[in-house]
């Protein structure tokens, strides 16, 4: 079944006629067991997305002596005692979402002498429950990452208000990365990942309707 999902899900982008290209999949796992993994590490597939540091810890290490060229994003929220792990576990982090986070992110790079790739999680519709830079802070703070931090930025996250169509926040999402000069744009899940590739999503994050429903 996961190779079905996965060859309808990368047909149905191929699909995809829009200026910034075909976008790159990025196989959200939460949840899911290794040995599923291991059957989209079979097909070639290598990007893939957690959203927690312990599971990301049993999960990932032995998979990464397999296959060394996996590239793994973190997508969940990050506690400042875990930067010291994320940075050795993940390629790339996609939820920036706070000062005190960056700060701490800089500091574990120096240390490491590890660099990554990261995303500032932006709160597209100003919820209050949710993580996230908001919409009017998002250059500074694009910029405090960028100048002051040495931080390699190089695009936008956001999730959605769960019960509204999505359109109008990837809209948003995509000018809000031109205003800061960014070219990707981490947008769209299983319920949504069309619109977003529509409104100019380069990476969409997708669980569910390649693995089947989470339990
Ligand atoms: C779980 C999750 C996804 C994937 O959700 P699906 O609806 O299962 O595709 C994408 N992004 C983030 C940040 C998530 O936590």
């Known amino acids: 079944m996961i190779e079905e999902n996965y060859k309808n899900i990368l047909n149905d982008i191929k ?6 290209g075909i976008p790159r999949l990025i196989a959200v796992s939460k949840t899911i ?5 291991e059957q989209l590490l079979r097909l070639n597939h290598r990007r893939f997305g957690e959203n927690r540091i312990q599971e990301a810890e049993e999960k990932w290490p ?28 993940f390629d790339v982090i996609q939820s920036v979402d706070r000062e005190k986070i960056a700060a701490l992110l800089a500091e574990q790079e120096q240390q490491q002498q590890k660099y990554l ?12 429950q949710k993580a996230g830079i908001a919409p009017l802070e998002a250059k500074e703070f694009v910029s405090y990452c960028r100048n002051d931090l040495k931080l390699n ?31 990707n744009l981490s947008m769209g ?4 990942y069309r ?11 997708i669980g569910s309707a390649l693995f089947g429903s989470r339990t």
Do not use: V, W
Request: charged residues 15%; proline residues 5%.
């Open 117 to 128: 790739r990261y995303y500032i999680q932006i709160n597209i519709g100003e919820e209050t």
């Open 15 to 20: 699909q995809t006629n829009q200026a910034a």
């Open 62 to 89: 032995p998979l990464r002596k397999l296959y060394s060229d996996i590239e793994l994003h973190l997508i969940g929220p990050l506690q400042s005692n875990k930067t010291k792990q994320a940075m050795q576990l």
């Open 33 to 37: 067991p290794a040995n599923s993994c």
């Open 153 to 183: 930025i190089i695009g936008l996250m956001c999730i959605p208000p769960a019960t509204q169509a999505s359109g109008i926040y990837f809209a948003l999402l995509n000018k809000l990365a031109s205003k800061c000069s960014l070219t």
């Open 189 to 192: 899940m299983s319920k949504d």
């Open 195 to 205: 619109t977003a590739i529509a409104f100019g999503a380069t990476d969409i994050r």
